[in-house]
């Protein structure tokens, strides 16, 4: 049987990586422990996040048909229709710059830190705390890594924003009727389940490059395209392995993070107000962003040489640590 494992390995374990990966923080953070090592590969780490982020959103039911509740809603958005109506020659112009100019924070955003995800996994890899050179010696490949980013960001939108436009309509009809519509019913939950559906892909195409695609980009030198490529190969031959893998990482971040919660809940608080500042709470958790970067690696290792991280790429292993 086939199992994606190539020949003259062992098997595929995803609590393996976890005590290497604990280890490889312990070295390059601790051993000895170093505040200006520490704030370099924090940096290339505050990069590397810096385009992350998560959102949600909730429902709840309510009786449209509910007089106060249901006139007031109906008539707080007829007056909010009626200012849009009114002022649309100086709210189109203002909204039109507002998006252009979160587009390209978005963008530069995306870049940088395309660009700190080569540094960070660098730092990782080799167990050095450079910033300048991985910034230099993977231009290309970051650059390929960013237009990917920004295809398939741009390709979500195509998809969800529509989405969200039918589930808007058709509760904005809703309520204007105070009453549930059948037909209403049926878009708002078929559109609901779309963008979950549109979303978890999404997650897992951003979750699988950062993971996988990127190491590969890392030691082969080569397009995000080509390392799609190769990796879709590997996974596909060994599918049940790498969604074991995706449960197990799930399970580890749910208990990290319950433990950052028990610290906040232990501090008063105090210490969520530290790592709520930009930079500041990447370096305090630097050695969990560590972790988890040296445990994917870790795993992709595991199915040969030609996937291992921790052999210096070519042209890489004399480079000079950055200053």
């Known amino acids: 049987m086939n199992t994606g494992i190539p020949s003259g390995r062992g098997p595929i374990s995803v609590v393996a990586p976890v005590g290497p990966a604990i280890e490889r923080v312990k070295n390059s953070l601790f051993r000895p422990f170093d505040l200006r090592r520490w704030l370099a590969i924090g940096f290339t780490a505050w990069l590397a996040l810096l385009a992350d982020g998560g959102g949600g959103g909730g429902g709840g039911g309510g009786n449209f048909g509910n007089r106060n509740g249901g006139n007031g809603v109906r008539e707080a958005m007829d007056r909010a229709v009626e200012y849009i109506r009114d002022n649309l020659t100086w709210l189109v112009p203002v909204v039109v710059v507002g998006v ?26 080799t167990g050095r705390a450079d910033v300048v050179a991985p910034w230099d010696a993977y231009a290309a490949p970051a650059f390929s890594l960013f237009i990917f980013r920004v295809i398939v960001g741009f390709g979500g939108l195509l998809l969800l924003v529509p989405l969200a436009l039918v589930t808007g309509v058709s509760i904005f009809r809703m309520i204007q009727q105070q009453a549930f519509s059948p037909g209403g019913l049926v878009l708002s939950i078929g559109a609901g389940l779309a963008v979950a559906v549109i979303g978890l892909a999404l997650f897992l195409v951003d979750k699988l490059t950062k993971d996988f695609v990127v190491p590969v980009m890392y030691l082969g030198q ?5 390392a799609w490529g190769k990796f879709y190969g590997l996974m596909s031959s060994a599918p049940l392995e790498f969604a074991i893998y995706l449960l197990f990482h799930l399970l580890l971040s749910i208990a990290v993070t319950l433990c950052v919660v028990m610290v906040v809940i232990l501090t008063c608080c105090v210490a969520a107000c530290f790592l709520a500042i930009p930079y500041v709470g990447v ?21 040969g040489e030609e996937w291992d991280v921790f052999r210096p790429p070519t042209g890489m292993a004399s480079m000079p640590p950055s200053t």
């Open 100 to 125: 252009l100019v979160l587009l390209a924070v978005g963008l530069v955003l995306l870049w940088l830190s395309s660009r700190g995800r080569f540094m960070f996994l660098h730092n990782v890899a």
């Open 222 to 226: 080569t397009s995000c395209r080509s």
């Open 283 to 303: 370096v305090l958790l630097l050695p969990v962003h560590m972790f988890f970067r040296a445990y994917s690696a870790g795993y992709l290792a595991q199915y």
